[in-house]
């Protein structure tokens, strides 16, 4: 009789815990569908427009990767190495042209004007000596991108995006240690999302460019002083880099 009582007593308990383990999620399933809820839809009809236009704002860090060489001057001894040494943030603004293709699919036109600077420091190996640059840039870029959304659910709807920048950099800076060309081209990645708000749509988004060409100006025309030409020697390439982030409004 002890035994046969122990043994009910465990499959009661066993039992119970079960009961309280299905009682849980069951809990938690009811948790996670209430908060997934249908909400009233704020603006249901925008995304049905062909056009879609509005503007936008952000911060940006731009840099320049290097390739140097070990380059020494012959008559001085000199090797010179270069580097992008800090994050070098700076401001955007733009205009958005979006044309919907097909219900997830969307083609996008952003011109814009991006300011900010790349600090450079260059380094003497032979003697230790440095030195500073602040290589300025304000870049026109026309990005022409393709957005791909996933379905909308209440007022949110995210989307990943991708595409080329060109961009024409207007203050590439004479008799500098280095000097960059104008024209950048970029390979563009990024993710963001809608938010559908009562009166307009704000779109926060984060985009990398890769840079796919070489931007070093090596030939040097316009320096004065034929002893500065080391530092362009120093360096095979130069590449550009840009990190996004941006807040759209439409």
Known sequence: MYRQTVKKTRRTRSAAGRAARLLLVALLCCTAAAAQQRKVQNKPFIDERRFHYGFTIGLHDQGVKFQN?????????????????????GFSVGVLGEWRMSRYVALRLIPSLHFGSKHLTYRDLSTGDTRTQDMKSTYIS?????KVSAPRFNNYRPYVVTGINPMYDLTTGKHS????KPLN????????????LPFFKLIPELKFCIGLNDVLQKNRSDLTDPTQLIYTESVDRARTNMVILSFYFE
């Open 69 to 89: 060489n070990g380059y020494t001057d012959p008559a001085t001894g000199q090797q010179w190495l270069v580097e992008n040494d800090r994050q070098n943030m």
């Open 142 to 146: 026309l990005p022409l991108d393709l």
């Open 177 to 180: 240690y280095l000097k960059t």
């Open 185 to 196: 081209l970029f390979f563009e990645i990024g993710l963001g999302c809608d938010f559908y």
